[in-house]
């Protein structure tokens, strides 16, 4: 067996060229089928744990370019879990307004206080209060309103995408409207009543998982709802990125196919004479063949371990990049 391996080493030391594009062929394929195999459910297990972190259990964002009542959403209370919201944005400070309850059932916070907050009280995130010095029980100004740290949370749900140039910070949404409405100019005051209470979306957890009724339901209320499925984009994304691989796939192979059959037609001329000799001293053809077929074994091992190393390097490298949880320092 080892004069066979010797042999089988020579030829394709002989020929570097022929034996570096086959093995550069094979490599390709395997690269491309690990990819196919393994990237898609790596991405989509990676970005649903993401999801998980910033959206818990919702399985709707519904939003509105300007903002609603929210009556107008509890139409429908026995069928969702929402989680209504008002965000208001300005000079860099992010207010959002939103029942705790809420939060925690749809496992939007990590946070100790289970009941919604007082009109004075606000809950910010540990990467703020460090940048800040902030400490609970502390008073802070936001947008000219006085507000007392009932709590310090983790980066999670709501605080996902927060900076430290622009804070996020939580409050009632009582609270929120009274900010939104303070720091609004006169043309938008005209739009907003202050008695009424406002919000400019909301999560929604569908308890009967029937998605697209709900999305229906949901249209029906104001045609001006952008009514998204949280992972919808995703799976579309994902679903264009398999067929591309596929693709991608069918096209290597069938390259690295012809390829190999063109270098082996040449090989089994070069060959003729060698095996002319073989056959001479007693070799049979069984034998004759087993060499040509243990080397194109020997050229596919090689191929598979190189082309494995470099797609799982490949599939890292992606890990990294849509580790978005990381990204974004969201503790798991």
Do not use: W
Not at 37 to 63: A, H, P, Q, R
Not at 146 to 169: A, D, N, Q, W
């Amino acid at each position: 067996m080892s004069i066979i391996l010797k042999y089988i080493l020579k030829n394709m030391k002989e020929k570097k060229l022929r034996s570096l594009l086959i093995i550069i062929s094979l490599t390709l394929s395997v690269v491309v089928l690990t990819l196919c195999l393994t990237l898609k459910d790596n991405i989509l297990e990676k970005y649903t744990e993401f999801l998980i972190k910033t959206s818990g259990t919702s399985d709707i964002l519904l939003t509105k370019d300007i903002p609603f009542e929210k009556s107008e959403i509890e139409k429908f209370s026995d069928n969702y879990n929402s989680v209504p919201y008002l965000m208001f944005s300005k000079d860099k400070s992010n207010v959002i307004g939103v029942n705790i309850e809420d939060l925690q059932e749809n496992k939007m916070i990590k946070a100790e206080k289970t009941s919604n907050l007082d009109n004075d009280e606000v809950i910010i995130s540990k990467k703020i209060a460090e940048n800040k010095n902030l400490k609970l029980n502390d008073k802070i100004k936001v947008l000219n309103t006085e507000l007392k740290i009932v709590e310090i949370v983790e980066v999670y749900g709501m605080f996902v995408g927060e900076t430290e140039e622009e804070p996020i910070y939580l409050v009632s949404i009582d609270t929120a409207n009274k900010i939104m409405y303070e720091n609004s100019d006169d043309y938008e005051k005209a739009m907003l009543d202050e008695n009424r209470t406002y919000i400019m979306g909301a999560y929604i957890d569908v308890l009967d998982d029937n998605i697209e009724q709900a999305k229906e339901d949901l249209k029906k209320i104001d045609k001006e709802f952008s009514v998204v499925t949280v992972k919808a984009s995703l799976v579309d994304a994902l679903t264009q990125i398999n067929g591309l691989m596929i693709i991608m796939l069918v096209i290597t192979t069938l390259i690295a196919f012809y390829i190999i059959n063109s270098i082996l037609k040449l090989v089994l001329e070069e060959r003729i004479s060698v095996i002319g000799t073989f056959r001479s001293i007693g070799a049979s053809r069984k034998m004759t063949n087993l060499l040509l077929y243990l080397e194109n074994i020997v050229y596919a091992i090689i191929s598979s371990i190189i082309g494995i190393v470099i797609a799982n390097t490949l599939i890292r490298s992606c890990n990294k990049f849509v580790h978005i949880s990381r990204r974004y320092g969201i503790n798991k």
